[in-house]
């Protein structure tokens, strides 16, 4: 079987099933809720970067028409901190007077309207006793965490290998701080009746918000009850829980009524993560042919002063060549800014970044084509642990990614292609990323209708997670996908992981599979023993199901449908649930693979990048969806061109302040920058899940900006090393 043949009901690419909801403004997103006597919140945000609030005036504020409350750190209550690090618990806000970062939150103000509580926020009189912020990665007097997420690599002898070998690269690479930007403005409703809590939340993982929230207020879990049916993206600035989440609660608390908060689009840059931005030392030792010999990658990168954040820039370096000697670490710096979290390819996507740039001039020096020079040193199996891959078709996705971008036809030197003045160049990167597979729940039922409901706490941020569970469901029962309704996104329902880490489709469409072929089981167990039953006997593996008629297998004419089962059994419907978790029995590797090749037309006199073509290639087990499948890796890659060129959060060296922290000036590759996006899935479903796939979320974006960064060097022969790379650069 071919990663894209899918399974019956899945068909290559069904419809969004949420599609007609969404463009018809039906679909309830966190800020739509709206309740009988609802007050608005407002955030009031630190405008020095570190230091102590001397004097905090909320006099004006507090009198100020439609003010319910002004909560500052004089009279909020305190608040337990979750356990759990980064997924769960923030540190809780407003505990004392001291400022961490610029746009720490300092006061909310609730107010009748939301405009009321943004009148008076500017009200409140703040002094600061300012302190000389750490903003620098250089600071000698920063605290440094070596490899805190893990990822860190030593084999081998590497200053031995590195000092023998015939060829040296010894570069650094930077890349900027990048802010998730969901389209969304994240929201929280919250209100309370009594210790009972409900929220709506923008997060990728409702159960985690439910833990913190009961944490913080000493309430049971039991009564907090976390919404997230649909949320307005996120790019994994919705795994964590955020301060602004807990202070909705507090304010609902203290003014008894229901609260909502949107944060303004300044404060997304502020509050609720972004990537951060990276310097990486890399050297790389080779034989004349191209043999890897040695490779030290450092990557530096900042940390919040006082929270948990860390991610791997060499977790990729580890495993993607078959290197003998290889030493990765990453180091965090605790600095004053705000607290980073994931984006899109967290680690990897600055990580691979910088080594595949790295090798690209190892090729350029090598005088070795890049895709050659991959091939050459291929790993068949994990080079770390020596293990077999579960499955991995990366060279597939070089051939077939190079045959379909007709990257044979690259002459090989710079400058070398051209149209008219214009200045082409062909640019590629190979992409890896672990996912992470999570234990999931799901419950499946079928009642006299005929219809299934299957329901997980999951959520669905975009990538298209009701669908494809509708199908893997629709598949496993037998049914038709309109005859399926998935539901998500609410705690009553069974838990589920985040949405994150390339791993929840996995997760959760296992866990669905399960629950399904329990619920088959179920209702073969209701006519075990039935005289009357065509399927008396009849065991899961020896029945087929379409069109929710069960029939013994070969005999599609004979059996009996659910809905006759629950008649005459006198039922209204059968329920079952299913579990999924990593499975552990496999002596072997998991891993998403991907190649991208990118064409870029440069201007030699503007020093204009245009993005003409892009090829990914992908290797993600089996593909349930190719339609949102290919979406899903045609935003990554949009994603990696606003890396490559335009993404960039500027923060101000002298006070930590965000200074770009508007749509206007955060530039995000739009229509205009997107050319052509060519995606191809490659390889074989993968065993370490009954329904084959690996995760593709991350490794959409993965390999895309060193693919266009080598594009840009090949056409013009100028090694750009920092991103993103604009027109200053190419001048
Ligand atoms: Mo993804 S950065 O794990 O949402």
């Known amino acids: 079987m071919t990663a894209t043949q899918t399974m019956t009901a899945a068909g290559r690419g069904l419809d969004r099933v949420d599609g007609p909801l969404k463009v018809a403004g039906a679909a309830p997103y966190p800020a739509d809720f709206s309740f009988p006597g609802m007050a608005h919140a407002t955030l009031l945000q630190a405008t020095v970067a570190a230091g102590r609030i001397r004097r905090i005036d909320t006099r004006a504020a507090g009198a100020a028409p439609g003010v319910l409350v002004v909560i500052t750190h004089e009279n909020a209550p ?168 807990l202070l909705t609660a507090l304010a609902a608390r203290i003014v008894g009524r229901p609260v909502k908060l949107v944060l303004t689009r300044a404060q997304m840059f502020t509050s609720v993560g972004y990537r951060p931005r990276t310097v990486q030392h890399l050297e790389i030792g080779a034989t004349r042919t191209g043999e890897l010999v040695a490779i030290d990658h450092e990557g530096i990168e900042p940390a919040a002063m006082e929270d948990v954040f860390a991610e791997s820039l060499t977790r990729s370096t580890a495993l993607l060549y078959a290197c003998p000697n290889v030493t990765g670490r990453t180091t965090q710096v605790r600095l004053n800014v705000a607290c980073p979290t994931w984006m899109r390819g967290p680690g990897e996507a600055p990580g691979v970044f910088a080594l595949e740039c790295a090798l690209d001039e190892l090729a350029h020096k090598l005088g070795c084509d890049p895709v050659e020079l991959r091939l050459r040193n291929y790993a068949d199996v994990h080079p770390q642990t020596g293990k077999r891959w579960t499955t991995k078709a990366l060279r597939a996705c070089y051939e077939r990614g190079a045959e379909r971008f007709g990257w044979w036809r ?222 899903q890796v045609i935003g990554g890659t949009v994603g990696g061109i606003g890396m490559a060129l335009l993404e960039e959060t500027v923060c101000d060296p002298g006070t930590g302040r965000v200074a770009n922290a508007t749509f206007g000036d955060y530039l995000v590759a739009v229509n205009a920058d997107v050319p052509d996006i060519d995606v191809i899935f490659v390889g074989e479903p993968d065993p370490m899940n009954p329904i084959g796939v690996k995760g593709i979320g991350e490794i959409a974006i993965v390999g895309v900006a060193p693919a266009i960064a080598n594009a840009i060097f090949h056409a013009t022969g100028r090694r750009v090393r920092s991103l993103p790379i604009t027109l200053a650069d190419l001048l």
């Open 78 to 245: 305190r608040l337990a901190r979750a356990p759990g690090g980064i997924t769960i618990g923030p540190p809780p806000p407003l505990q004392d007077d001291r400022v961490l970062h610029h746009g720490q939150h300092i006061a909310v103000v609730v107010a009748e309207t939301a405009e009321q509580a943004t009148a008076a926020a500017e009200l409140i009189g703040v002094g600061y006793e300012p302190a000389e912020p750490l903003l620098d990665l250089a600071d000698p007097r920063a605290d440094r965490v070596e490899n805190a997420a893990g990822g860190g690599v030593a084999r081998g002898d590497v200053p031995g290998a590195l000092a023998s070998a015939d060829v040296k690269v010894d570069v650094t690479y930077t890349t900027a701080t990048e802010t998730n930007n969901p389209l969304g403005l994240f929201c929280t409703v919250a209100f309370w009746d009594g210790d009972a809590l409900t929220v709506h939340d923008c997060t990728q993982g409702p159960a985690f918000v439910r833990t913190a929230l009961a944490t913080a207020f000493g309430v049971p879990e039991s009564g907090v009850r976390v919404l997230a049916p649909f949320v307005g993206g996120a790019f994994g600035a919705g795994l964590r829980v955020w301060q602004h989440v």
């Open 410 to 631: 690259r002459i090989p030197g710079p400058r070398s292609m051209r149209d008219g003045r214009t200045l082409i160049g062909y640019g590629m990167a190979s992409a890896h990323y672990g996912y992470v597979q999570a234990p999931c729940q799901a419950r499946a039922s079928i009642g006299r209708d005929g219809a299934a409901y299957v329901r997980s706490a999951a959520t669905d941020i975009g990538p298209g997670t009701y669908t494809v569970m509708t199908q893997v469901a629709a598949d496993a029962l037998g049914l038709p996908a309109a005859a399926v309704r998935f539901e998500l996104g609410d705690t009553e329902m069974p838990p589920a992981p985040l949405q994150g880490g390339s791993g929840l489709t996995a997760a959760l469409g296992s866990a669905v599979h399960t629950a399904c072929r329990q619920l088959v089981q179920a209702f073969l167990d209701v006519v075990a023993n039935d005289v009357e039953s065509p399927l008396r006997g009849c065991a899961a593996a020896d029945v087929t199901i379409s069109g929710g008629r069960i029939s013994p297998a070969g005999e599609p004419a004979d059996g009996e449908t659910y809905v006759a089962i629950l008649i005459r059994h006198g039922l209204t419907e059968l329920t079952a649930d299913g579990a999924s978790a990593r499975r552990r029995d496999l002596d072997a590797e998991p891993g998403t693979f991907g190649a991208k090749f990118a064409e870029v037309h440069v201007d030699p006199d503007l020093g204009l990048v245009r993005v003409t073509r892009v090829v990914a290639a992908i290797d993600g087990g089996r593909i349930l969806n190719e339609k949102t499948a290919t979406s």
